[in-house]
């Protein structure tokens, strides 16, 4: 069964930049499997983030970017914010209609 | 404005039957496949199946196969998701998604979520 790797946490400082990662446990993400992001705090639905590796959603702002690097999806927050601390989760399209979430990522702003 | 409201928090006992629901308004709701996903206590996001409620044509994730049923009232725009016998293992909040309809392939609105709890 495919597995979709997140870092379990990460720490940012107020301002700072972070880039968290979105993986396959075998082969490598591309375009293809069209990925997306979602950010989710405790008690509240997600909130859609990215969509085709790089298109941020409306109402998102831009310290927000999506990318390919290497041979994984990244989501970047360039100038954390406080109120960026949350969950941080993104899927991926397998083809015929299937999906897979990754883990999540903890981000914790400090 | 699109718009997913779904049904609301359900206690139940291992054995029982659920449905809970899933509606769908501000937009042509037989157009857009519909997603369920799970998130178990103190865990990440799951995803269970989706529906196209023009075909019903229905995808399951391996890990439900066969423990859950998908379905779709098209007269009423609403989804549905349903247990026949829950087990302590279902209690999770579950999130109903609509996947754009562009083929661009991501899930562009949320329902609020339903918290189902099974307990004896």
């Known amino acids: 069964q495919t597995v979709v790797t997140q870092e379990p946490s990460f720490s940012v400082s107020p301002g700072g930049t972070v880039t968290l990662t979105c993986g396959l446990s075998?082969?490598?993400?591309?375009?293809?499997?069209?990925p997306s992001w979602y950010q989710q705090t405790p008690g509240h639905a997600p909130r859609t983030l990215i969509y085709?590796?790089?298109t941020r959603s409306s109402g998102v702002p831009d310290r927000f970017s999506g990318s390919i690097l290497g041979n994984k999806a990244a989501l970047t927050i360039t100038g954390a914010q406080s109120d960026d601390e949350s969950n941080y989760y993104c899927?991926?399209?397998?083809?015929?209609?299937?999906?897979?979430f990754g883990g999540g990522t903890r981000l914790t702003v400090l | 404005e699109v718009q997913l409201v779904q049904s609301g928090a359900e206690v139940k006992k291992p054995g029982e039957s659920l449905k809970i629901s899933c509606r769908g308004s501000?937009?042509?709701?037989?157009?857009?496949?519909i997603a369920w996903v799970r998130q178990m206590p103190g865990k990440g996001l799951e995803w269970m199946g989706i529906?196209?409620?023009?075909?019903?044509?229905?995808k399951y994730s391996p890990s439900v196969q066969g423990q859950v049923t998908i379905s779709v009232d098209k007269s009423l725009s609403t989804a549905y998701l349903q247990w026949s016998s829950l087990k302590a293992s279902d209690t999770a909040i579950y999130y109903c998604?609509?996947?754009?309809?562009?083929?661009?392939?991501?899930?562009?609105?949320w329902g609020q979520g339903t918290l189902v709890t099974v307990s004896s």
């Open positions: 998604a609509r996947q754009d309809g562009s083929a661009l392939f991501y899930f562009d609105n």
């Open positions: 501000g937009y042509s709701f037989s157009n857009y496949w």
């Open positions: 529906i196209y409620p023009r075909d019903s044509d229905t």
């Open positions: 075998s082969g490598s993400v591309s375009s293809n499997y069209n």
């Open positions: 085709s590796t790089n």
């Open positions: 899927a991926l399209h397998m083809g015929g209609g299937n999906w897979v």
